[in-house]
């Protein structure tokens, strides 16, 4: 039951922008999207949320359509450190729903 | 500010075994959730304690059980362990608004394998 969607792998050149896809169509509206990543065998590290409205931070940015049925994180520069498992995650209560995420490769 | 920490970091044990694992919340949390991380999977929601109460709880059998403790910190039981409990367990702290929700701080987590 994990309310998200996302491809299993990504490569991304470094430098460029890496831009990770999430569909969460059965997603509620007072429904957060939280990110998060996790580098090998690490305790999950917080990257983003959003509700509606699109979110920047230090980061990374958080593009979620109108309709709120997906939403993509944007990795403006990615850097070899930014390989790791990235996870989209709705939140339903208190609960947060992790899939299985997209495993990102950054390429020298 | 350390963060979450939890211990052991590496646990071995044998089937019908019982575990305990602890977890200290970030300073300023009030709210403990646990996770189960089977390998290759994400991690799996078991319960999360609020105000020494368990509030809310996945899909996981009576064997996994929780306490949590007046500072807030936490523990995980599991009984009779069986092989397919081997997994990485996190621990995430966070805290409560006024009832709103705010983002979960995970811990390295505790590497259980059972033999």
């Known amino acids: 039951d994990a309310k998200t969607t996302q491809p299993p792998s990504m490569d991304c050149a470094e430098g460029r922008a890496a831009n990770l896809p999430c569909n969460h169509s059965?997603?509620?509206?007072?429904?957060?999207v939280y990110w998060y990543r996790q580098i090998h065998s690490q305790g999950p590290q917080y990257i983003i949320h959003g509700l509606k409205n699109n979110e920047t931070n230090e980061m990374a940015s958080l593009i979620i359509t109108e309709d709120r049925k997906s939403s993509t994180l944007i990795l403006p520069h990615a850097t070899l450190r930014d390989t790791a498992v990235y996870y989209c995650?709705?939140?339903?209560?208190?609960?947060?729903?992790f899939g299985t995420g997209t495993s990102l490769t950054v390429i020298p | 500010d350390a963060g979450v920490t939890q211990s052991p970091t590496h646990l071995i044990k044998t089937r019908g075994q019982q575990v305990t694992l602890r977890c200290s919340p970030k300073s300023g949390h009030d709210t403990v959730s646990w996770y189960q991380q089977a390998l290759g999977q994400g991690p799996q929601f078991i319960f999360q304690?609020?105000?020494?109460?368990?509030?809310q709880r996945g899909n996981f059998p009576d064997r996994f059980s929780g306490h949590q403790f007046p500072n807030y910190s936490s523990e995980l039981n599991v009984n009779a362990l069986l092989l397919g409990d081997s997994a990485l367990y996190l621990c995430?702290?966070?805290?409560?608004?006024?009832?709103?929700?705010?983002?979960?701080?995970f811990g390295p987590g505790t590497r259980l394998t059972v033999l």
């Open positions: 304690y609020y105000e020494e109460e368990e509030r």
């Open positions: 995650i709705v939140i339903a209560g208190n609960q947060f729903y």
């Open positions: 059965t997603i509620s509206g007072n429904e957060y």
């Open positions: 995430a702290s966070s805290w409560r608004l006024g009832g709103s929700y705010n983002e979960q701080f």
